[in-house]
């Protein structure tokens, strides 16, 4: 069994790595890809979110209901959300509107307020905005995130941190192979030298031959794996997933933060005075009441 897999190994090495790579830069570009239309949609929605806080604030408009509050603001930002396709292609296509194969085409409006869209996953987490405790909004983001398929799914079957994982390791994992097939290499091809008979290099023309086609493929797979390693690693540096979906998941952390202390400051703030104006009605109750006190005493 060992055989056969040095044998393989010393022989079709660079054709694995390169079929490895070739999977890698499908995942890749799948990944990157999915990434940049998840920025374009989650910045339009945030875009709109700190908009729409920011407005009420100037205006001074109150909270009230919480509950009431988040579907009424979430019910403007969806208004004014563009209604062309932003994450599936299609800059034209609208909801009424469908692809030549018949498939529909989603528009950022009919998305976000889907079953899985920010606005459900939003108002399913109301409870933590009811809360005068500041919640774990790193915790928050990645709870609502986690119900869009398109944040999590590659290609809609293929966990996106996974794949990105696997894209990270690759290039080290060339070199890893490459060295590993040189050595493979080098160790199938030794036994090769007993067989050569010095006295008549001759006669061993062929066996010196295979010799060294064997050395030099076994140098070609540590020059194959640092090759495959330095395409990846490029666009690793040029490109990267991780550092796209890291700056997507603080725009929504921040448009989160900023809707609760808006919420929690305007309903602290109505608190406060209503527990003044109650102040202020008990000191004018007192006052009436000594004024009438002592109104008496003097008729008397």
């Known amino acids: 069994m060992l055989e056969l897999v040095l044998s393989f190994f010393s022989t079709y090495l660079i054709e694995f790595m390169g079929g490895a790579l070739a999977i890698g830069l499908v995942f890749r570009f799948a990944a990157y890809r999915s990434s940049k239309n998840d920025n374009a949609y989650y910045s339009s929605f945030t875009r709109e979110l700190e908009l729409n806080v920011e407005k009420d604030k100037e205006s001074g408009a109150e909270v009230g209901d919480i509950d009431h509050y988040i579907s009424e603001i979430m019910g403007r930002v969806s208004k004014k959300l563009p209604s062309r396709s932003v994450r599936f ?11 030549d ?6 528009s950022l409006r009919d998305y976000v307020s889907g079953k899985q869209g920010l ?17 774990n909004f790193p915790e928050l983001t990645r709870r609502i995130m986690g119900q869009d398929p398109s944040w999590t799914k590659v290609m809609k079957h293929f966990p996106i941190d996974g794949v990105a994982r696997m894209i990270d390791i690759l290039p080290g994992l060339f070199i890893i192979l490459g060295v590993f097939g040189t050595f493979i290499g ?3 091809a030794l036994p090769e030298i007993a067989k050569i008979d010095f006295n008549d290099l001759d006669a061993s023309a062929d066996t010196l031959m295979n010799f060294v086609l064997s050395v030099t493929y076994a140098m070609k797979t540590s020059i194959a794996g640092i090759f495959f390693s330095l395409i990846l690693t490029v666009l690793n540096t040029l490109s990267p997933i991780k550092e796209v979906r890291f700056r997507v998941f603080k725009k929504l952390e921040v448009s989160l933060q900023m809707l609760w202390y808006h919420i929690q400051q305007d309903v602290h703030a109505d608190k406060s005075q209503e527990a003044m104006m109650k102040k202020l009605i008990d000191v004018l109750d007192k006052l009436d009441k000594k004024l009438s006190d002592d109104s008496e ?3 008397s």
């Open 119 to 135: 606005i459900t996953s939003i108002q399913a987490e109301s409870s933590v905005f009811h809360h005068q405790t500041p919640p």
């Open 186 to 188: 080098i160790s199938m």
């Open 297 to 299: 005493d003097k008729a």
């Open 101 to 106: 194969d018949g498939k529909k085409v989603l």
């Open 89 to 99: 292609g299609g800059s034209d296509k609208t909801e009424d509107k469908e692809k």
